[in-house]
């Protein structure tokens, strides 16, 4: 067995980053940018105003101004390409400056009588109230980073640009391989030894909440050679396997055979951790391949701790395996050596709750639970105050 640390940096060598291709900007919401996105044009594109008001030609020799009203623009092309001295164009937001004019006065700050306008000339200076060309960037210039997130904020500056595709990672096809004759589908009677199969949609909910839309489910029987050749199958059609079940070393449990005996390299099996222990990670020369424990608690926390941050880094995440925060224990907790565990938390503002219910086929603390704790494998006492790794699930 191995330590869960080192599970992790042996995950971290072996993490596959995702092909790079162009999205629909609607459709690459919540997607990783994949590489560094420049503007193929000024922003704003030409001078325009700021307000609503009057466009001048600054003179600020007097303290009141004086202008002849002309004629009216608004946001588009002006009516006013060039601006005669002493007048003042009627303007409106995002309207084009005519040519000669520098400044711009709101129409609040304004008197207008007997076709004169006039303003104080101390409340402003040259070129109050313009947008030029250029302001928010120029032609050339990185606006998103490699690795950025998309966000409906970043989907606006994308717009501005006049961006309409999107380099961005692609998100993983997955295959989910739940085994056991004893499962039964949510909706059909359950026989005595019959459960239902509660992994299968668990696994499914959370490759959607990662915005992986390509997933099949594929139930085996505890069946070395129906299971070899299903293995054979998906590993033609997916980036990522995901096993529920059949990883410990029951008489019935025949998956890391048959990943075996379809070339499948182990990485490693066994960790020394809580819920668990027989977790597998395995490669091909272009896939990861994960064998999940049965028992639904185990599926959960190791989906968390190793399968979650290895797909958000062929995602194109960064800092995948950094995703936890600090907080105080508000209870005690007390465990045996040399394990490390995982538990169900409640997190809050006053800290971390470690929950109850906490063995491995048990669900019902996920009805509450919004965290998992991590309590080292060399801790065996946690009392209130004690500062823990909190993951969000």
Not at 104 to 116: H, K, R, S, Y
């Amino acid at each position: 067995m191995i330590s869960v640390q080192e599970a992790k940096e042996i995950l971290m060598a072996n993490a596959i980053r995702g092909t790079k291709h162009n999205v629909p900007l609607i459709d690459s919401l919540g997607k990783i940018v994949a590489e560094d996105i420049t503007s193929p044009c000024d922003v704003p594109y030409f001078d325009n105003s700021a307000m609503d008001g009057y466009a001048i030609k600054w003179n600020g020799e007097n303290n009141f101004r004086h202008f002849d009203k002309q004629i009216s623009g608004k946001a588009g092309p002006t009516g006013c390409s060039n601006l005669p001295a002493e007048s003042a164009f009627r303007i409106f937001t995002g309207a084009p400056m005519p040519k000669g004019a520098d400044t711009v006065i709101p129409q609040e700050f304004v008197t207008l009588e007997n076709g004169l306008l006039s303003f104080d000339l101390e409340k402003f200076q040259k070129g109050s109230n313009v947008r030029y060309q250029g302001n928010q960037n120029k032609k050339g210039d990185l606006i998103l980073k490699k690795h950025s997130s998309i966000t409906p904020g970043t989907i606006g500056l994308l717009a501005s640009v006049g961006i309409s595709q999107v380099p961005v990672y692609a998100a993983p096809s997955v295959a989910i391989i739940v085994t056991g004759d004893e499962l039964k589908e949510i909706g059909q009677d359950l026989e005595y030894g019959e459960i239902y199969n509660s992994n299968g949609p668990t696994l499914k909910s959370y490759l959607r909440l990662l915005g992986i839309e390509e997933v099949q489910e594929f139930q085996a029987p505890d069946k070395l050679e129906s299971l070899s050749s299903l293995v054979k199958e998906v590993l033609v059609k997916f980036d990522f396997i995901l096993f529920s079940g059949g990883i410990s070393v029951g008489e019935y449990d025949f998956v890391k055979t048959a990943m075996k005996e379809n070339g499948i390299e182990e990485l490693f099996y066994k960790i020394k951790q809580r819920p668990g222990k027989p977790l597998f990670a395995g490669k091909t020369a272009t896939q990861l391949v994960f064998a999940l424990p049965g028992n639904p608690a185990s599926v959960i926390s190791c989906f968390n701790q190793y399968v979650r941050p290895t797909l958000k880094h062929y995602l194109g995440f960064e800092q995948v395996w950094e995703d936890y925060e600090l907080l105080p224990c508000t209870n005690s907790f007390s465990k045996k050596p040399p394990l490390t565990f995982f538990l169900k938390a409640l997190k809050s503002k006053n800290g971390v709750e470690i929950l109850g219910g906490q063995e491995s086929f048990n669900l019902l603390s996920f009805g509450i639970s919004n965290a998992f704790v991590e309590i080292p494998e060399d801790c065996n006492q946690v009392n209130p105050g004690h500062i823990l790794k909190v993951y969000n699930w």
